[in-house]
Structure formats: C-alpha cells, structure tokens
C-alpha cells in the first residue's frame, strides 16, 4: 500500500504529466524519428539514423521546448479551462503556478543546452522557438486567424529543425508538409468551436467568436476541401508505397467529418469532431512505416 506522501507525490506526477501532455510530446517524438528514417534520411542506412547524437539531441529539445510549451499555455489560460475543461483543470491544478513556471524555464534551458550540443544555429532556432511559444501564448492566442495560423506554424516547427538538419528538399516532403498543416490548422479551428464558450468569458476573439459559427464551418469546409490538392499529389504524384491506405481513410474521415460538422452545435458534438481529426493526425504518424514495410530489413 502507498502512503498517503507516495500517494500526493504520484497526484502530483500525473498532474505535472497531464500539464505538459506527455501522450502528446511522445507522439512527436515518434513522428520526427519516423520522418527521418521514411522521408528525410530515406537514403542513409537505418543505424546512422536512430544512433545519431545530434538528431537525439534535437528530438530531446523539441521535447523539452514543447513541454514547455503546454505549461505556459496552461498558465495563460488556466482560468479559462475551468469552464472549457474542468477535470481536466482540476487536475491540472493539484500542482502549484511558481512550480510549473520554475519547470517551464528549466525545460527551456535544457533544451537549450540540448541545442548548443548540435550548433549555434540550433541554439537560435529553439530560441527564437521558445520566444515564439510564449508570445503565442501571451498575445497571439487572442487574435482570430493569427492565433490559428501561429499556432499551427509551432505545431510543425519541430519537424522543420530536423528538415533544416538533412538539407531534405524533395517536393514530396513540402506535400506532406502541406497536407499535415491544413489537417492542424483544421484542428485548431475546430477546437476555438469546442471552446467558445469559455473563449466568450475570457475575451479571447477567436474566430468562431469574431464571425460566428457558421463562418468557421465555412472554413472548415474550405480547408477540408484544400486537403484534397496534396492528397492527390502524394496517391498520384509521388511513391508513397502502401501509405496510400491512410490518405484514402483520411478522405473517408473528412467526408464523415463534414456531414457531422454542418449538424453539430454543442460542445461534445465539436469534441467528436476535434477527436476525429485527431485521430487522423495520428494515424498519419504511424502510417509513415507503410511508406516502405521493409524499410528495417533493408537498411540495417
């Protein structure tokens, strides 16, 4: 049995792990080692890239600057998850402000140190990176279409320091690019609808409260349909092996996504559509090993 001190301390754990949103910091993880191995480093032998120091290194600081990320925002916007995600904020809670800022700044300075381990370059792209999160966080957030459209730029920002890293600049990679950009910025659109109402208590002017719910279907709608250009090119264009299975489920999904979107108007309706899209986000991560199944016994 766990003392009543193992038992706050453990609380506390998933409370820091819950802020930073640990699930999601491994899925990026994840998807940048399969980027390099699939798409950027496609052509180097397979050990080269798992055991490269300084890819390590850039992974681990894009780890640590996202953490970082989640706990500034958390603390931006900390009164507004009281009304849009109350458990979720309850928890979140269970770990004090002062600790999540002294975590924040020491995440920041590790991945700093993380950088200087590769170049001087690094060290300035996750500067300007981390600056980039907290004026985000502070500012932008607030603001219809440039918050959306900065938030979306962080999302990938991670993969554009190891794109920047292999000197990768194959038009295939700038499809793939594309279409994983208007799937989070589809995201990030849906979830403003999801939280309006505590966007509305907040003054925050997004753009479902700026213009309305119908405006932001019609660009959901827009956006949904822009899917389709890189998705052509990537099935018809370009040899993405048997990945071509995810982007016609990714076509089903959106098509799903669309008819559910015009009849959704509560918050729980908008959160199904925030999970779909979600999900095909993240199967999308995953069906990168479909790009070439043999890709371990071949390059070994």
């Known amino acids: 049995m766990l003392t009543r001190r193992q038992k706050h301390i453990l609380l506390k754990f998933f409370s820091m792990f819950s802020v930073i949103r640990g699930y999601n910091i491994l899925v990026v993880v994840i998807a940048q080692y ?20 300084n890819l390590l290194m850039l992974v681990l600081a894009s780890a640590a600057t996202i953490a970082a990320g989640y706990i500034i925002n958390s603390f931006y916007d900390s009164e507004k998850d009281l009304i849009n995600r ?12 002062n600790t999540k800022l002294s975590f924040y700044f020491v995440l920041n300075f590790i991945a700093v140190i993380m950088a200087s381990y590769v170049s001087f370059k690094a060290v300035i792209f996750f ?10 966080s502070h500012k932008l957030k607030k603001m219809p279409f440039v918050g959306n459209l900065t938030s979306a ?7 554009f320091a190891i794109f920047m890293y292999y000197k990768n600049f194959e038009t295939v990679i700038f499809v793939h690019a594309i279409f994983l950009f208007l799937m989070i910025s589809m995201r990030e659109l849906t979830k403003d609808l999801e939280n309006i109402k505590g966007d509305i208590a907040q ?8 213009y309305g719910e119908k405006t932001s279907k019609i660009m959901l709608t827009i956006l949904a349909v822009l899917t389709i250009i890189p998705t052509y090119l990537l099935l018809y264009r370009f040899e ?26 509560t918050k729980i309706q908008y959160l199904i559509l925030h999970n779909i899209l979600k999900f095909i986000i993240l199967a999308g991560v995953f069906s990168i090993l479909l790009i070439d199944v043999s890709v371990i016994l071949n390059r070994i």
């Open 34 to 53: 399969l980027t390099s191995i699939y798409i950027l480093a496609h052509d180097k032998p397979l050990k080269q890239v798992v055991l490269d120091l």
């Open 86 to 97: 109350p458990i979720k904020s309850r928890l979140d809670r269970l770990v004090s402000q």
């Open 127 to 136: 500067s300007l990176y981390i600056f980039g999160i907290w004026f985000y």
């Open 153 to 159: 730029i962080l999302t990938i920002t991670p993969f």
């Open 203 to 210: 003054n925050y002017v997004t753009i479902p409260v700026a």
């Open 240 to 265: 993405v092996g048997h990945m071509y299975l995810f982007f016609y489920l990714s076509f089903c999904l959106l098509v799903i996504f669309l008819f559910l979107l015009w009849q959704s108007k």
